[in-house]
């Protein structure tokens, strides 16, 4: 074969992993770069808390002095110890299209969890879950986000001819901002008066990370702990989210439910829309594309905003506080002239989140899945 595989070894190589997709899918119109600093400090032994649970080696496919693949190696033992899979993962996964180069990284990937003692291996998935995760099955002709994967089509394909199954699917919505149904504006204002609950609206996402930054991710902690492969966030983990993510928003496409004692009740995060200058400036943070995402973000009209997260409290969900959240959210952007919401991917089992879609102008436009391999069951071809 005259592919090679090389390990990483030095945080120097790191730069090379993270930028690989920015070469590949250079002349493709749907992929969107992330934030490259973001990242490589992602990938970085000695910068990301997930390590403190996590052990992960990083590999090139080399077609000579030339890169045409990577990959992720990824043992969360805290995933193991919480779901009693002994599961590895791979994540990070990008490659030419020529199955030999796939082979090639999932054999090396396959060999190295194996070593660890694992049944089987899962993916693609990140260190944690706000790692982006889960392989585009459907949607290739669609624009990604920043928050989510991009990959060709025949990349399902290598997978599945190399023996791997599915294991579960995440669905990613566009919803349209026309009119929000009157049927949703009963149950928020019913839902509103009999719980005595009302939006937080902060006048700085300084006053709403002082006030409520923490609480957003204890909730998310709570809320998301029995999906698929979520282990909670730890302390620094926390703050890291806190420092990488509250500072890029803006308060105005964050909404916060409290009770009459400010209890979080409900949130949800959104962001307009970066793609255009993410792709300009191939996710890279300079003085220049710094200040056009500052204005970006700080716009008073935008025509897209991305949805990252939405969460409400267990003991009041099924009670129409998403209805109530989603009116607020969906009734701002209106005034805004917003065009349409991009909706971060909801796992298939979530229901009680994408039930709350359903009154809306939405568009199940990605499919995107994370695949298994046991090892007492398949071997690779």
């Known amino acids: 074969m005259k592919y090679t595989v090389h390990e990483l070894k030095d945080t120097k190589e790191l730069k090379a992993f993270a930028d690989f997709p920015n070469k590949l899918y250079k002349d493709n119109p749907y992929y969107i770069p992330g934030l490259m600093s973001d990242d490589i400090n992602t990938f970085n032994w000695e910068k990301n808390p997930s390590f403190e649970y996590c052990e992960a080696k990083y590999w090139f496919a080399m077609d000579g002095d030339k890169i045409v693949g990577r990959v992720c190696g990824i043992i969360n033992y805290k995933y193991i110890e919480i779901w009693k899979n002994k599961y590895g993962r791979f994540g990070f996964i990008d490659f030419i299209e020529d199955y030999d180069v796939a082979k090639l990284l999932l054999d090396t990937v396959i060999a190295w969890v194996k070593e ?5 291996i899962i993916g693609p998935l990140g260190f944690c879950d706000m790692d982006p995760e889960g392989m585009l099955v459907k949607g290739f002709d669609e624009v990604s986000t920043l928050t989510t994967i991009y990959n060709y089509s025949y990349y399902p394909e290598y997978l599945e001819r190399y023996g791997f199954e599915k294991d579960v699917d995440w669905f990613e919505y566009k919803m349209q901002v026309v009119t929000i149904p009157d049927q949703m504006r009963e149950i928020a204002k019913r839902v509103e008066e009999k719980y005595e609950l009302r939006v937080y609206q902060p006048t700085s996402m300084k006053k709403l990370v002082k006030k409520y930054g923490h609480a957003v991710f204890e909730l998310l902690n709570d809320t998301y702990g029995h999906l698929y492969s979520v282990v909670p966030l730890t302390e620094r983990q926390i703050q890291a989210f806190i420092k990488q993510y509250m500072g890029l928003l803006t308060q105005d496409y ?32 300079n003085p220049i594309s710094a200040i056009k995402m500052l204005m970006a973000m700080k716009s008073k009209h935008p025509k897209v905003i991305d949805l990252l997260l939405i969460a409400t409290r267990d003991d009041y969900q099924k009670k129409g506080v998403n ?4 009116c607020e959210v969906y009734g701002f952007a209106k005034e805004r002239g917003v065009e349409y919401f991009n909706l971060n991917p909801q796992l298939e089992s979530n229901i009680k989140v994408r039930h709350s879609f359903k009154h809306f102008d939405v568009e199940n436009n990605k499919v995107r899945r994370s695949y298994i391999l046991h090892f007492n069951k398949t071997e690779s071809v």
């Open 254 to 285: 964050v909404r916060l439910i409290v009770d009459k004692d400010d209890n979080l009740i409900s949130f949800g995060i959104g962001m307009p829309n970066m793609n255009d200058i993410l792709k300009k400036y191939n996710g890279r943070l």
């Open 116 to 120: 660890k003692g694992m049944d089987g």
């Open 323 to 326: 209805a109530m959240l989603l």
